[in-house]
């Protein structure tokens, strides 16, 4: 009867000396392995404990029955008699120990440590893990990376092209580092907020990358300064759509263009306004180009001041065509064509017409003997017709002939 508590004691300190066997036995429920795989319990059939609850009690039983066999047997079988009904009850408690101690060892499989990345591991869960491949250290290009990164994905589908943001390194390491929830997503939505359509978006952030440089607060605040300039949010839309850099300028960098432009050109307000919104790079290009043609117009061409107003408010590109081009179209139409300055001006139009298209239909009329751009005469062909109609209007209302005859004539130059 003194060795019935020992064996319990016994069987208590071996059952939690295999729980730390257990652990090894037991992968963690619920814990997830790489790419999905769920790892469930598995008890083994050699080291179950369970089973070694079973041996234990069965060991026991025996060695008690052996001690039994001694000469005062009546003493002992009344004894054990006696003591049958006590036994009968601890065996029944010794087969719900080791049940019961399994549940709580499952339970407190959760609050195990993660498993470490050295722990050993068998061949057969080794051959499982699908390892991806590294990234590299260093790369020239983007497309290393897009599978390892949901922000290049997700910029991808919105239609950005990587392989030109990739030529400027800054702006490739940026896109690497940034979150997209956390980085881009807001940008998306102001952009969006501003005018900009989802299938503009791609467009829109390959031309400007750099934007995602730019704090979204002051990104809000150039909006608001343009509104206050009483700028319609269509008019903040399509300057932004037509020079996507327009909002990486200071208030202070806008401000000072429309100033500019206000005070050079002595324009009105209104004027200013509209000018700026159909050329909106006038506020974020160099102002060297705008300086040197205007020097053009007044002292190499003879334009005077009201004239070039008219042009620019008219053609706006004027302000930035290049300097050989606008002197080589003014000297055609005004020596060749003997056009004067107040009909040029009436028809700006065509310093923003190539010059050989202007050569080719001008001497196939003088060919015909229809240059007459003289409005005072009869047969008078505008300047406006002249450069902006398509070919076989052009040979059936100004030239009279066909257009079959006109690439005749083409063939002779």
Known sequence: AQQIPRWFNSAKLRS????????????????????GFSAQPQISSDNCFLQWGFKTYKTSSLW?????????????????????????????????????????????????????????ISEEEAIQIIADPPLPPASFTLRDYVDHSETLQKLVLLGVDLSKIEKHTEAANLLLRLDFEKDIKQMLLFLKDVGIEDNQLGAFLTKNHAIFAEDLENLKIRVAYLLSKNFSKADVAQMVRKAPFLLNFSVERLDNRLGFFQKELELSVKKTRDL????????????????ENMKV???????????????ITRIPKMLTANKRKLTETFDFVHNVMSIPHHIIVKFPQVFNTRLFKIKERHLFLTYLGRAQY?????????????????DEIFCEEIAKASVQDFDKFLKTL
Do not use: W
């Open 276 to 291: 700026v919104v159909r050329l909106p790079r006038l506020l974020t290009g160099s102002l060297e180009p705008v300086k």
């Open 297 to 311: 117009y007044r002292l190499e061409l003879g334009f005077k001041h009201n004239e070039i107003q008219h042009m």
């Open 16 to 35: 939690l000396i295999n729980a730390a066997q257990l652990t090894k036995c037991f992968t963690r429920p619920g814990r997830t392995l790489l790419h």
């Open 374 to 390: 003289d409005p005072a005469k009869p047969n008078y062909i505008s300047l406006d017709k002249l450069v902006s109609i398509p």
């Open 64 to 120: 008690n029955s052996s001690q039994s066999t001694s000469p005062s047997s009546q003493e002992n079988n009344s004894t054990q008699s006696s003591l049958l009904p006590s036994m009968n009850e601890q065996s029944q408690k010794t087969q719900k120990i080791p049940s019961f101690d399994s549940e709580l060892f499952l339970e407190e499989l959760d609050e195990l440590p993660p498993l470490s990345p050295m722990q050993p």
